[in-house]
């Protein structure tokens, strides 16, 4: 057991002084505030640095849409990218460690006026326009019934409130705490857009690059967020 313990401390010292004698490099989306807006920054990257930081990585960040972030990190530009979520879609593309950056609960969003009221993506009525981002995963559900609906996607989360206040679409799919961040951005109330059922509660993660060779780097994120967890209770 001791030269097993040994053994596991050697590894991770010299994986994390490999890492950290450059700095890696990971790709942020520059449209999901309060997690990550036009700049990058955010709560996501507050976290991701943090962790990083305890296990001694430096990290350099390149901020691009969600879609851009998605083909660095499939294609090895960048060792990953960060706020996916991990579903049957992406784990098929990414690599993705144990642990979460955060939970987002998303929903239904209408314009006040709309009587649709839907509890999940399997009662959204076949043809309906729905309004969404370029790029993001709304969950499995979603996923499977995607195929039935009118997709409006675009690329930042001002249009979505007026794709919905102008009645362009039926309805939308927004994380919570963006909506309620983006309507104050606009000048508006909560109470300007009506909220629904949850359409689902994410984990959202840091999609890493399967080609490469990235699981230490991987195991590395993981026990920093475990130590910046610990840290907080």
Wanted: proline fraction near 2%; hydrophobic fraction near 40%; charged fraction near 25%.
């Amino acid at each position: 057991m001791y030269y097993r313990k040994l053994l596991f401390f050697m590894t991770f010292f010299s994986v994390s002084t490999c890492f950290s004698s450059e700095s890696i490099k990971l790709a942020v989306e520059n449209s999901w505030p309060p997690y990550s807006d036009i700049n990058g920054n955010g709560i996501s990257k507050d976290i991701i640095q943090k962790a990083f930081a305890s296990v001694n990585i430096n990290v350099e960040f390149i901020v691009v849409p969600y879609k851009r972030a998605l083909f660095l990190a499939e294609v090895g530009e960048v060792v990953g990218a960060f706020n996916v979520t991990k579903q049957e879609s992406t784990t098929k593309v990414f690599s993705f460690g144990e642990e979460a950056i955060l939970q987002a609960e998303a929903s239904f969003y209408y314009e006040n006026s709309n009587k649709l009221n839907v509890k999940s993506a399997n009662e959204i009525p076949t043809g309906a326009s729905i309004a969404l981002i370029i790029g993001y995963e709304y969950g499995n559900d979603y996923e499977k019934n995607k195929h039935r609906f009118n997709e409006i996607r675009v690329s930042n989360q001002k249009q979505i409130i007026q794709l919905i206040r102008n009645k362009r679409v039926d309805l939308a799919i927004m994380f919570d705490e963006v909506a309620k961040y983006t309507l104050r951005e606009m000048g508006l109330e909560r109470n300007d857009i009506k909220q629904g059922g949850i359409n689902h509660k994410s984990d959202i993660y840091v999609a890493f690059n399967k080609n490469q060779e990235t699981t230490p780097l991987i195991k590395l994120l993981d026990q920093g967020l475990r130590n910046i967890k610990a840290a907080e209770k």
